[in-house]
């Protein structure tokens, strides 16, 4: 009797929601996290399209308790472990194989980074491994039926993050190298209609809008893409658990050593996806959508179970989730040596530090009847969050969509940041305040932060708002 695959990832997907609920309340909210609980509800933003705000809004309606905020990533995580078990099971693997995948991809780096806080990413993901799956199953059945489901997610998924449109283009172009008649199938024709109807107003709204979002990502380029052009090969190792290499190195290279058709598109999106990535290196984890549905193939690898039995893969696993709670999670308290080691390995930790601490100190500085500008959508969210009802009411960014709730009524203001300290020559007249003071543990962009009393913007608000506008990751 075949065991539902239900019950076989239930045990991980219990096991990672009381993790990451028993972490959940830890530290706090992360950059991005302020930024999306601030937005108002809308059907479009300059920077990304809106399902991961609408949740955000969603949740807060019921509390604003961070664990409750982050409950759809915790679901997602979660939901991500049921996923990858179905990988192995679609290959015909055994209920323990399917449950070492399911595990496996529950407590490994990256499902567990994006599961902790709630940002678009963790949606992302599991939105790649359901038309991944999809992909596969349709080479498995050798009908292009189920195109049409993944034509279908990916659409959905473009109401949330656009980078899924990658994945499309590199699958059809796997298709087309390794089984281009799926490509001539009617299922193939209903998912291309599907995903063309549905991802189509956040396309066209970006094109109409000039493309805003190239704009924020040539802005993450500028900051960081050396870095991450240099760093992605191991981060991708990293981010797969170190441990774990030789798993996802045969999930992605054994259906071309062994002549398995139904795989084999999964070797050439995973590199179109890498060079993708190396082409606009914003973030560096653009392939671990690819790299993770590899992973949960690889516990299946002729290559691997030749080598290594089932006992030495499920140690092999726990090894690797040991080293990913450390890592990945606040399970530890920030200050202290740790914290500032576990920030260098995991940024996310580093952006979830300090918030009250810089809400305090700019709050502090508030003359009478002066507004707060800015620069940072992160810190007017922590002032939203932390500070006093005042202070709420009259905080305003020019960063990204929060740029569109200005410009303040108030004359006077206190411009915090350095693109908008840089804008002091739209004022009358500008007086310096006290620099803000970085955590232990802080964002680079949280260093040297100037501030300045400015009164008077010239000749008005509606031409000195817009220089105040800053689109930038």
């Not at 969210?381 to 202070?391: C, D, F």
């Not at 009524?409 to 020559?425: I, M, T």
């Amino acid at each position: 009797m075949t065991v539902p695959a239900w019950r076989i990832a239930t045990p991980p997907m219990i096991a990672v929601t009381l993790v990451l609920l028993a972490v959940s309340s830890r530290h706090g909210p992360h950059w991005d996290e302020l930024y999306f609980a601030q937005l108002p509800l809308r059907w479009w933003y300059e920077d990304q399209p809106p399902l991961t705000v609408w949740l955000t809004w969603l949740m807060r309606q019921a509390s604003e308790a961070l664990w409750v905020q982050r409950l759809p990533a915790i679901a997602a995580a979660a939901a991500g472990a049921y996923v990858a078990a179905l990988f192995p099971r679609a290959l015909g693997a055994s209920a323990p194989v399917q449950s070492l995948a399911a595990w496996a991809h529950a407590f490994t780096v990256y499902p567990l980074i994006m599961g902790h806080v709630f940002t678009t990413s963790i949606l992302d993901l599991l939105a790649w491994q359901l038309v991944i799956l999809c992909v596969l199953r349709a080479n498995l059945a050798g009908q292009g039926s189920w195109l049409g489901w993944a034509g279908l997610i990916a659409g959905l998924a473009c109401w949330n993050k656009l980078l899924i449109v990658a994945l499309v283009i590199a699958l059809a172009t796997s298709l087309l190298l390794t089984a281009p008649r799926l490509l001539r199938t009617r299922g193939a024709l209903v998912g291309t209609v599907a995903f063309v109807v549905i991802a189509a107003p956040q396309v066209a709204a970006q094109v109409v809008h000039g493309l805003p979002m190239t704009e924020v990502s040539a802005g993450l380029v500028d900051q960081q893409g050396t870095l991450v052009r240099l760093v992605l090969v191991p981060a991708i190792a990293l981010f797969a658990g170190p441990p774990l290499l030789m798993v996802w190195y045969t999930g992605l290279v054994d259906p071309w050593r062994a002549g398995d058709r139904a795989g084999r598109f999964l070797l050439p999106t995973f590199l179109l996806v890498v060079a993708f990535n190396l082409a606009s290196p914003s973030q560096p984890y653009y392939a671990m959508g690819t790299l993770l549905p590899a992973l949960a193939l690889g516990w299946v690898s002729p290559t691997l179970t030749a080598r290594w039995s089932l006992a030495t893969l499920r140690r092999l696993a726990l090894a690797n989730g040991v080293v990913s709670l450390m890592v990945c999670l606040p399970v530890l308290p920030a200050d202290g040596p740790w914290g500032w080691a576990q920030a260098q390995l995991n940024p996310t930790i580093r952006d979830q530090i300090g918030w009250p601490g810089y809400a305090r100190q700019v709050t502090d500085q508030v003359r009478p009847g002066e507004a707060i500008v800015t620069d940072l959508y992160a810190l007017a969210g922590a002032i939203h969050r932390y500070g006093p009802p005042e202070a709420r009411d009259a905080v305003f960014s020019g960063q990204n969509a929060l740029w569109a709730e200005g410009p303040p009524s108030q004359e006077k203001v206190l411009l915090v940041g350095r693109e908008a300290v840089g804008q002091a020559g739209s004022f009358e007249r500008c007086e310096p305040a006290r620099a803000l003071q970085p955590a232990a543990v802080a964002h680079a962009q949280l260093k040297d932060v100037p501030m300045v009393h400015c009164v008077g913007p010239t000749p008005d608000w509606a031409t000195a708002w817009p220089s105040l506008r800053r689109l930038s990751g």
